[in-house]
């Protein structure tokens, strides 16, 4: 766990730019984002979630600060933030079901309305 914890804390500095030491309060702290199920990865997408919202200056830089970002539940709202789809996906129109057949006659009553239509269209709009 310690060689994790130290791989982790160097791609935080690497990632970031920062030269923060890694202290026994610091160790307790990625040990404890560990414990709660995140993994490097996670870390690494929320780093570059946060750079990217501080680089549109929607974020301040004291979010990538290490004890802003190892607060967990913090954490786990800007790694879910991270990946939330913006858009509602498109919904799959359901396939038309063709209607019962219809008779000569019905086909011929609508196409008639539909003339009717038509022509009550073009009279009021002088057509």
Known sequence: ???R???VH???GQLTGQRVSLRFDRERLWYELFQAGFS???VQRVIRYLQREIREGRRNVGALKLSNL???DRFEED???????LYAPKATKPPVQPGPPTSPQQREAAHQRALE???RFKAEHGL
């Open 1 to 3: 766990m310690i060689q």
């Open 5 to 7: 914890i130290q791989q």
């Open 10 to 12: 160097a791609l935080y």
């Open 40 to 42: 490097e990865t996670h």
């Open 70 to 72: 190892l607060q967990l």
């Open 79 to 85: 790694l879910n933030i991270s990946t939330v789809a």
């Open 117 to 119: 239509m038509l022509a």
